[in-house]
């Protein structure tokens, strides 16, 4: 721009033409201008009012011109009027006004008021002029608030913007984070109450901002000053709406609170630091300059104060055109044109101006052709400096469209190339990337085309944090730390090489964390030369480190659920689903190398019995030790995985050979050999193993399937042990599986029917007794052994139901042909099974059974084997005594083939044992000698602990015999009777003595 010339001042002539040219283009701006203007005496009525007012207003000037000025405003900011008009007469600074003025037709309109005082050459006030400008239709605030608007539930918690909840009484039902940033109190200090935030003496305008909600008219950006827990005031744009946020049909009023304390703050900066015009156009924010047809400036209110940075004696004589940005030049040119073609017609535009120190202002222009108006004799032109406003709009559209990535879900790459290319539009000059700090490592993150070159992006990646760097680079979250020479600093001397030679040479940094406090990283910002942020490119920085810190968060929370739906939550090991993905893998890669993959099976033995002693903590420590113990015994390339309440998988990817398999078994046997110290005593655990090899044609749940099999087999076979998959074993699985299934809808399809063995008496050959037997008559498989279908009703449960059908068939079939004057006492033994002992309601059923049936219970015998007895003491035990209790008696079945110790038997309430059928073959044959030295002591400990004894599987008169030489007063057998149905029983009941069949 030309620098004014001095000279031009020229004779008195010229001067006095210019003052009465500025004078009318002062009088014409005055009735033309966009903003209302008024002239208020010291009484405080209207003396002069613009065409502009007159059109906000829907008044005509008679109307107004002599009222007061507080007529103007709402009934309920009377008094707030007052105290301004007050203040306006009574200081020197320039007093401002926001409110609602009432047009005579039309709805109420929001305007902000700026006025000074004008005073007579004796100092008294003559005059107050204010500028009036309407703010009804003011941008609302954009991107980010509308998007916590629109989805308040989901992001109450993670929104930058305060976000309270209110209930009709107006007291806080939430208040979110953010809220707690801006004003200071955490949500349990003011849940419950009315907000302490109303600045004293505003407790009414509070009131009447809840009635307006609750009344349909909500705040709708609203400006509202607040008070901070601190004391200091809070500038914020505020928004109210009704919401049934709980579906209770209550409702709420919630409240969105946007800070623009810095906004407010900055611009009564401004306002504070202008030179005020001592006229009417002097009092108006916005400058006035008269320009002639090629845009020489020929009258400016900035001939009385600084605009753009320039002197005010910089501008009489200039062009316009050449402040204008050469990027705009062309593009107003048409602009221009329309001005000129169109006398009296406002045209309005944007359009970049140099300011003094090289920056660019981004400006409002309101132009109108007066050229032909011989008062004034140019082009009017408004100008508006609309830069902090535009780049404030833009910070929030960038900020709005990156809560909306991350509410999508976008990739976290994504969204923090976002965030990095937002700091660089608000920081000029900036090559910006984000930051994350993984261990002792830096991780630099910006798009391509964007942010740091490679050599600085490289030598960003290469350092290595040195011990307490990581503490160090925390700082303030979003407050930047400079370094204004990175090239000699030594904070940065890891990286001056690579910035030398990109030609950068200062930077800042800036801090985000999650709440956890373990992830974080930053954002970087490099210059060419020496930088200093300025405050819009601060507030970026803090805008940018909360959006990072809410992908980071919202990025772990989601890794955390898809590592949580792929792993157990107890042991932290890799579930069923995601073994088959490994296994599939493992597959694939074995069949490209010829190799194999191979499972080892793991259940742990009886584990049951810890839950029920120890309890379920007791039990998730035994878990948790044992697959630490799995991981230290397995291969770094095999995989662990936890795939039932108790059952493991170890998956051996290329074990080369079975041995490999088995040695990984064997050091966990090994392992499970120490003892765990449980509630000070010692817990022993075992673990049936079963493992399957790969072959070319096998699937992840064939071979898994296999695995299991073999498990099976092992525990089958007596646990503690391992068994390698063979394909009898899947054929066998097979087959036990279709028959659970048939099983289930036996008792419903009448398949299943109860024989009775008897019980006689070995000296006399009479019947005391019987043994109610199970059988079932598949419609295809024909008889099936109780030894084939009972352990496979035991595995699914359905030998509970089953065992009760037993017991009530057999007392209704028995009692009915047992005479009731019967001399000696006829007992019936039914068989309970180890998973009946676990059925809460087994006694309720027994005592019903017993009633319905009128069997007495003291000739009831419920018969256990003693492996059922041993594997849960205590809860047998508990049941037993509960049993015992009712009258019936309680027998040892297979006595002998279990561990029980004589400590076990005494401390069970048993009545009699029954002497295993493989201890009796062989009596009284050559072979009979250690099998008769077995019985000999088992009925020396019957003896001794004052219990019946009966003898099983008694075939040979020979063996008959031997029992009675040993002492043996009870026996059955084939030799006294095959297991007959109910009817057939009453005979031998009630034929007295029952001969040996020959």
Known sequence: MPAPDPAAAGSA???????????????????RAPVGLAVIDAEGCLVAINDSLLAMLGSRRPEVVGRPVVDLLAPDQRATGEDWLAGALASSETSHLQGWIRPVDGEPRWVAVDSDRLLDDDGEVVAVVGAVTDLTEQRRLQGALASARDDLSSLFLLAPVAVVRLDAGGRVVAWNPAAERLLGWSEPEVRGMVPPVVPEGQSDLH???QERALAGD??????????????????VLAWTYLADVDGSGEPEVVVLLADVTDQVEASRALRASEHRWRTLVENVSDTVTVVDAVGTVLATTGQTKTILGYPTEAWTGSSLLDLVHPDDLERIQPVIARVLASPGEEVRDEVRLRHRDGSWAEVAVTAVNLLDDPEVGGVVLTTRNTTEANRTERLVASQARILELIARDASVDDVLDEVAAMVEDHDDGARAAVVLVDDDRLRPRAAPDRGPGPEVRAALSRMVLPRGAREALRGEPGEPVLVRDALTDPRTAALAPALAAEGLGS??????????GQAYGGILALHPGDHVPDAHAVRASEVACTLLSIALERHATLAALAHRELHDDLTGLPNRTLLIDRIETGLERARRADGEVALLYVDLDRFKRINDSGGLTEGDTVLTTVARQLQEVTRPGDTVARVGADEFVVLCDQPGSLSTVLAVADRLTEALREPFSLRGHDVFVTASTGVALSHPDVDA????????????????????????YDPAMQATAHDRLTLGSDLRRALARGEMRVVYQPIVDLDTGTAVGAEALLRWRHPERGDVPPDVFVPVAEESGAIVEIGAWVLETALAEVAPHVPTDRAAPFTLAVNL???????????????????????????????????ALTDDLDLALGVLVRLRATGARIAVDDFGTGYSSLTHLQALPIDSIKIDRSFVQGLGDHRGSERSTIARCVLGIAGAMDLEAVAEGVETQAQLEALRRLGCRRGQGYLFSVPVPADVLEATVLGGPRPPRG
């Open 701 to 724: 749940v064939t071979l898994l399937g296999q695995a299991d099999a073999a498990m099976d087999r092992a525990k089958q076979r007596g646990r503690d042990r391992l068994e390698v």
């Open 218 to 235: 909500p705040l709708d950006g609203t400006p509202v000053t607040c008070r901070a827990r601190d004391g200091s005031l809070v500038e």
């Open 13 to 31: 002539g010229p001067v006095a033409q210019d003052r009465e040219r500025v004078r009318r283009a002062q009088e014409w701006v005055f009735e």
């Open 207 to 209: 009131r009447t901002y």
């Open 507 to 516: 930077l800042w940094w800036a801090s985000a964390r999650v709440p956890d």
């Open 833 to 867: 099974s180890p998973r009946q002992l676990e059925d809460p309601t087994l006694v309720t059923r027994l005592q019903g059974a017993l009633r319905r049936h009128g069997w007495p219970a003291e000739q009831l015998c419920l018969e256990l084997t003693e492996t």
